[in-house]
């Protein structure tokens, strides 16, 4: 199965902000209710030990509340972490939302691009369910400029090009069904785009059969970089791990100098 770049609704400039926020803040509860990230958690942890920090600056973040049980395992072994949440479209009331249920989140208010981020921004660049968003040459950027900057960054996906994902991703409108009275803060429009006029079941449909048909298998993640310059200079690791209900594929790289 070719990796296919069709459009999300989430990608576009034109789709209102509160719908784009209603789909993420369901992805956010879904990854924090099934500990969607449990068998990562040591793969940062050595990462951000390795790399001789304890902050990770988050690229893509959506509202950011996805990260928060992901926050509260690490801890535990790094009690000085910091996650900065950085977005293209940043989402500020939901960022301080998460910020509310921990205080060690922060966040960038002006838009980041992946692609060039910011100097000021130190540490650990993490991708979460969002490298499949930017085409070979975008992504290539991405992972360039981590290289570039002499930083560590760690990507992973939760979902594959295969059937099984896309059949699972067939299933996600009972999901949202099921999930939208329980996701706080409660909003009387999440309610209305969920049960009323259905927007935000049929958006989570499309949109994850499309991430699902552009995720990068682990072949085409190597292939990203072997074609960075100076890539020589990493460690690279790549693979997938089974964790919580399903697969998380990962890619995690650090200078060898470090």
Do not use: C
Not at 15 to 23: A, E, G, I
Not at 50 to 56: A, G, L, P, Q, R
Not at 78 to 107: C, H
Not at 133 to 138: I, R, S
């Amino acid at each position: 199965m070719k990796r296919v770049h069709l459009f999300e609704f989430g990608d576009q400039k034109w789709f209102p902000v509160f719908l784009r926020n209603y789909t993420t803040d369901f992805l956010q509860f879904l990854s924090n209710k099934t500990k969607m990230y449990k068998s990562i958690v040591p793969l940062l942890e050595d990462t951000l030990k390795i790399s001789k920090t304890e902050t990770i600056i988050d690229l893509a973040s959506g509202g950011g509340g996805g990260l928060l049980w992901l926050n509260s395992e690490i801890k535990k072994n790094i009690p000085g972490l910091k996650i900065v949440l950085t977005d293209f479209y940043p989402n500020i009331p939901a960022f301080r939302q998460t910020k509310m249920q921990s205080d060690n989140f922060e966040f960038y208010e002006q838009p980041v691009d992946a692609r060039k981020v910011p100097p000021e921004l130190k540490g650990l660049r993490t991708q979460f369910l969002s490298l499949h968003h930017f085409e070979p040459d975008d992504a290539k950027l991405i992972l360039q400029n981590a290289v570039d900057s002499n930083t560590p960054i760690a990507v992973f996906e939760a979902q594959e090009r295969s059937f099984p994902s896309i059949i699972a991703m067939l299933l996600s409108p009972i999901s949202v069904i099921l999930t939208t009275p329980f996701i706080k803060p409660f909003k009387t429009g999440r309610i209305i785009f969920t049960y009323i006029i259905p927007i935000v079941p049929i958006v989570v449909l499309w949109d994850g059969i499309v991430s699902s048909l552009r995720t990068y298998s682990t072949n085409e993640m190597q292939e990203l970089v072997d074609g960075l310059e100076n890539s020589e200079k990493y460690i690279w690791k790549i693979d997938r791990i089974k964790s919580g209900p399903g697969t998380i594929l990962y890619l995690i790289g650090y200078n060898k100098l470090i």
